[in-house]
C-alpha cells in the first residue's frame, strides 16, 4: 500500500514542506499529517500544535476507529501523539474530508470541520444506550458480525456505569441498557452528584420487545425449584480411613487425595515415573513431596512424629544417613519408603514368633516407615521400593533391617521378602 500524497501545505514545495499523506486500505484510509521536516527546518516552540488542535484531532481519530470496527474492521491502530504527526483513521468515503479538516485546522487554525467529520464517523453510542429495549439492525445501523457489536456495546456500557444487557441475533443486536449494581447504589447514596446521569424512566414504550431467547439459551435462566429437605437423621460421619478425623472441607480433600491417588509433582519435576532416591539435602520441590508423603504416613499408621524432617530441604547432614525412596507413576508419589542407617540389630524369626537371642552391630539400612498410596496397593510398589533401596544401599534385600513394631502390613511384606526371619532394630 502506498502513500499518496493528497496536499502539500508549504509552498514553493521543498523538503521542509509539510504534507498530507493518505494511505489507502480495503475499509481504511490513514490519513496523516506530516509536519516532520518542517519542525525540524524551525522554532520548534512556534511549530507546536495548538491545544485547540489536538483536541479536536483526538476526538476525530476515537471517532474514526470507533466507526471502523462497527464497519468491521478487525485490526488494531497505532498512531503517535507528538508534535510531528498527526494521524486519522476514516472509512475510505470519508478520506478526501480529512484531508480538508486537517489542512484548515494546520494552515488557518480553523478545528471546526475536524469536528464535523467526528460528529459525522462518532456512532450513536448515547442514543443506543439510552433507556428503553432496541433492535440494532446489521446492514443498517452496522455492518460487523452482531457478535462482535455485542462486545463493543458492553465496552462502551462499562465506560458509563452501565450494562448493556445485549444479545445477538442473525440479523441484529438486542440492547436493554441497564445501571450496573454499582452505580445504582452510588446514586442512591449520592443523588445530587448523580443527577445528571440518572437513567430516566423512558417516558415511551420501548421502540420493540426482543423475542423470547431459544431453548437452549432459556435453561440457563430456568426457575429453579429449591432442593427439599426431608427430616431424616444421618448417622455420625465416620473417621476416614485416611486417617484425618476432621470430616469436611477443603483439607481433607486434599489430605484425601494425597492419601488416596499420591502427592502431585509439580510440572517441571522429573523423572515423573519409577522410583527415585532423594536426601533431605535434595532440591525443595522433592522435598516437599517426601514431606507431603510422610504425613500421609504418619496419619494414616496414628504415628506421633513424622519420618522426614524437613519440607523445604536443608543442608545439614545427618550421621544416620536419612533418605527416602519415592515410588513415581505419572506425575504422582505413590509409594513411600523413608530410609536411614542403624547399627544395633537383632534377628526376628517368624516361625518361633519371638527374638532369636542374635545381634549384630553391622551397618545396615532400616526401613523406617513404608506407605503405598490406597488406589496402588496389592500391586507390588512396596516391594520395588524395598528392592530398589537395597541395590542402592549395597546390600542383599534379606540384609535390610526393619523398625518394629511392624504395622498390620508391614509384617506380611517383610515375611515375604525375607520368609525366613529378618532383621530388626
Ligand atoms: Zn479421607
Redesign the pocket.
Known amino acids: 500500500m502506498a502513500m499518496h500524497v493528497a496536499a502539500v501545505l508549504d509552498r514553493p514545495e521543498t523538503w521542509r514542506s509539510r504534507r498530507i499523506r493518505v494511505r489507502y486500505g480495503t475499509f481504511t484510509a490513514r490519513v496523516e499529517l506530516d509536519r516532520d521536516n518542517w519542525m525540524e527546518s524551525g522554532q520548534h516552540e512556534d511549530r507546536k500544535i495548538s491545544d485547540d488542535f489536538r483536541q479536536a484531532a483526538d476526538r476525530c481519530v476515537r471517532a474514526g476507529i470507533d466507526r471502523l470496527w462497527l464497519e468491521g474492521e478487525t485490526r488494531g491502530f497505532s498512531w503517535g501523539s507528538g508534535d510531528y504527526y498527526v494521524t486519522l483513521f476514516v472509512p475510505v468515503r470519508h478520506a478526501d474530508e480529512a484531508v480538508r479538516a486537517l489542512r484548515a485546522a494546520e494552515v488557518r487554525g480553523d478545528t471546526r470541520p475536524l469536528h464535523r467529520l467526528a460528529d459525522k464517523l462518532a456512532p450513536p453510542y448515547d442514543k443506543w444506550l439510552s433507556p428503553g429495549e432496541r433492535k440494532l439492525q446489521l446492514g443498517v445501523d452496522f455492518r460487523c458480525p452482531p457478535t462482535r457489536l455485542v462486545k463493543l456495546l458492553r465496552a462502551q456500557a462499562k465506560e458509563r456505569g452501565m450494562r448493556a444487557n445485549a444479545r445477538a441475533a442473525d440479523d441484529g443486536v438486542w440492547v436493554r441498557p441497564e445501571l450496573t449494581a454499582t452505580a445504582k447504589l452510588l446514586q442512591q447514596a449520592y443523588p445530587d452528584q448523580y443527577a445528571d446521569e440518572q437513567l430516566p424512566a423512558p417516558a415511551h414504550a420501548p421502540d420493540a420487545s426482543r423475542p423470547p431467547v431459544d431453548r437452549r439459551e432459556r435453561r440457563r435462566y430456568r426457575t429453579a425449584v429449591p432442593a427439599r429437605p426431608l427430616s431424616f437423621d444421618m448417622p455420625a460421619p465416620p473417621d476416614?480411613?485416611?486417617?484425618?478425623r476432621n470430616?469436611v472441607g477443603f483439607s481433607?480433600?486434599r489430605?484425601?487425595a494425597h492419601?488416596?491417588i499420591g502427592v502431585a509433582l509439580t510440572e517441571s519435576m522429573s523423572p515423573r515415573t519409577g522410583i527415585v532416591m532423594v536426601t533431605p539435602q535434595a532440591p525443595s520441590a522433592w522435598c516437599r513431596v517426601a514431606w507431603e508423603s510422610s504425613q500421609v504416613a504418619r496419619r494414616q499408621g496414628h504415628y506421633d512424629t513424622g519420618t522426614w524432617p524437613t519440607e523445604t530441604g536443608t543442608e545439614a547432614v545427618d550421621d544416620e544417613n536419612l533418605r527416602a525412596y519415592l515410588a513415581l507413576s505419572n506425575g504422582r508419589a505413590i509409594g513411600y519408603l523413608a530410609v536411614s542407617d542403624a547399627e544395633q540389630h537383632s534377628w526376628l524369626e517368624w516361625d518361633t514368633g519371638g527374638t532369636v537371642e542374635l545381634t549384630d552391630d553391622a551397618r545396615r539400612p532400616r526401613v523406617n516407615i513404608i506407605h503405598v498410596v490406597q488406589v496402588w496397593r496389592r500391586r507390588g510398589v512396596a516391594r520395588r521400593l524395598v528392592e530398589a533401596m537395597a541395590a542402592d544401599s549395597g546390600v542383599g534385600v534379606r540384609e535390610v533391617s526393619w523398625s518394629t513394631p511392624f504395622s498390620a502390613t508391614g509384617r506380611p511384606l517383610a515375611k515375604s521378602i525375607s520368609p525366613g526371619g529378618v532383621w530388626v532394630s
Do not use: F, I, M, V
Open positions: 476416614c480411613p485416611c486417617g484425618y470430616h481433607h480433600d489430605w484425601h492419601w488416596s
